[in-house]
DNA sequence: GCTGCATATTGACCGATGGTCAAAAACGTG
DNA sequence: CACGTTTTTGACCATCGGTCAATATGCAGC
């Protein structure tokens, strides 16, 4: 009565998890994160229909607590819309560490399933984040922060951008490329918002926090 | 002594290229490849080393052509930037079209190697257009019709959310807000470039020609 | 403790896939 | 024709994701 079924629902994913921290994913077997997990394989399909579920379920398992995080952070309009771009900008930049940096440092960049894990873990960022950055930048433009007559837009271009390069498996740069697309892309932001150059250089450094040179 | 060799290694290709305008990649099987061509499998072993290397021989072969095009473009000095710069977004256009469109108005959205494939036609696209659109843009500063200091980052950044864009099965968007983030860009781009809003609205006509309402 | 039902769990099993390989065919040359 | 080389073949293999009938477990009410 204990909820038992969670139990062995979580376990499933902590398998996975600690699989993909090892090795990448078109190696990982169901067999093997049955194993892993400590259970047989038909197991699996009691609670997930299909391997790609594991995978869904185990995308939104990670990024629930942070975008949860984010929602309330539009709420909170004490803080500024600046400092609150800012820190999803930082969540964006954790979450893709957390998740993907490790692995494809190591393992070969360009697997047929390591193609989906991304696409999975950018649909749901993006389109998590999107509304919340979306709100906050609407407030700044309400507060004449900022000026710019396609909030959703702008949003999703941000959003997009960090999260695509980022990641950096996609479009494969040198950190110094990567450092002058954000600087480009922040510019962008500057110049098409109507504030001086400058002014929203403090995201740069929520962006990098493990690279050096500036 | 007529390059059979190549004649066989181009009916792959064709092969590929056909079934993937009938059905998703992950239910073609290298044995129907085989089939299609009127080889036996064995033989596809003999010109390529994998299925994975039979797609990105496919990716290539298709944007070989319309990305040299592109490339001569760029030292066509005697066209204006912006009517050159409106040529490659075309260009983006026509061939998200060409490879994507067709399968995955019909087909289920998100399958593991049909991630593969968008990744891979991405990133070639991307990476290959990159250089050019720099260029161009270069150009544009020189001539004083641009200003902005990060050419590179400016012509990564509008590939990206192009391509992402026009794709629309990584972040699914109806019409009208696909409409509303390349209005956005091209609104963010004049802004940024210090450009009269409308300056660049001809970008838009060639983005979208198969879409009504503007 | 026993019975009966629902919920969980199992692992042998299935069809299909990507990839291999020894043998055979086709080719070019002397 | 005879030969070495290059192509071509399809049976074969290991493995995979997924199914399913059988089995175990948990838990009512008696």
Redo the contacts with the bound molecule.
């Keep these: ?2 909820m ?2 969670n139990v ?1 629902y979580e376990k499933i994913l902590d398998a996975l998890q600690e699989l993909l921290e090892k090795e990448s994913l ?9 194993q892993t997990a ?17 995978l869904e379920a185990l995308v939104e398992r990670n990024y629930k607590t942070p975008l949860e995080t984010a929602q309330t952070l539009a709420e909170q309009t004490d803080i500024s819309p600046f400092t609150r771009m800012a820190m999803i900008f930082q969540a964006c930049r954790n979450s893709s560490a957390a998740f993907l940096s490790q692995k494809q440092l190591s393992s070969q960049l360009n697997a047929p ?1 390591e193609a989906f894990l991304r696409q999975k873990y950018m649909t749901y960022l993006v389109s998590s984040l999107k509304p919340v950055l979306t709100e906050i930048i609407q407030q700044g433009i309400a507060h004449g922060d900022l000026r710019f007559d396609h909030p959703a837009a702008l949003a999703e271009i941000a959003l997009i951008i960090l999260v695509v390069k980022l990641d950096n498996s996609l479009f494969p740069c040198s950190p110094g490329e990567t450092e002058d697309t954000i600087v480009g892309l922040i510019s962008l932001l500057e110049k098409g918002t109507g504030n001086p150059s400058g002014s929203l250089n403090f995201l740069t450094s929520y962006t990098q926090s493990s690279d050096r040179a500036v």
Excluded: D, L, R, T
């Excluded at 078109?26 to 049955?34: D, G, P, T």
């Excluded at 400590?38 to 790609?52: D, Q, R, T, V």
């Design positions: 009565m204990f038992k079924k062995k078109q190696n990982i077997s169901v067999s093997e994160i049955a400590g259970i047989a394989k038909g197991s699996i399909y009691y609670y997930f229909p299909s391997k790609e579920a594991i399933e």
